[in-house]
């Protein structure tokens, strides 16, 4: 396994963990995606916000490419069929023990829509 990719298995396994302790996942519900090739589902699946569905994209990157990883995030939801896709990305300095102090991207239309509004064709282009 390359180093970045083993950095990346790392992260994801701590935002996984993270998830599991914090919102409690007895049933293991919450789980890290096998690679899917084009047509990838997301890092991270098994989240439900009042019942929508949830992947997690994690990046590890030095340089943020917060654009790309959004488009990235709502490719993948799609994929998945999620309701939802976001990115969590590394806070530089924070890790190990502050997990809960990770970045959260998500566009302004998600934000609307957990906050209640009804779901529209986004137009996201």
Request: charge should be negative; include cysteine.
């Amino acid at each position: 396994m390359s180093r970045q990719k083993d950095k990346g298995t790392r992260y994801e396994t701590a935002v996984l963990d993270y998830l599991r302790a914090r919102i409690g996942d007895p049933e293991g519900m919450i789980h890290r995606e096998a690679l899917h090739g084009n047509a990838d589902e997301g890092d991270i699946k098994g989240l439900y916000i009042h019942t929508r569905s949830l992947i997690l994209e994690c990046k590890n990157k030095k340089r943020f490419a917060l654009a790309d990883w959004m488009d990235q995030a709502r490719q993948e939801a799609a994929n998945a069929g999620a309701d939802y896709g976001m990115v969590v990305f590394h806070r530089p300095g924070r890790g190990g023990k502050r997990m809960g102090d990770q970045y959260v991207l998500m566009d302004l239309d998600t934000l609307a829509r957990l906050a209640g509004a009804p779901d529209e064709e986004a137009g996201h282009e």
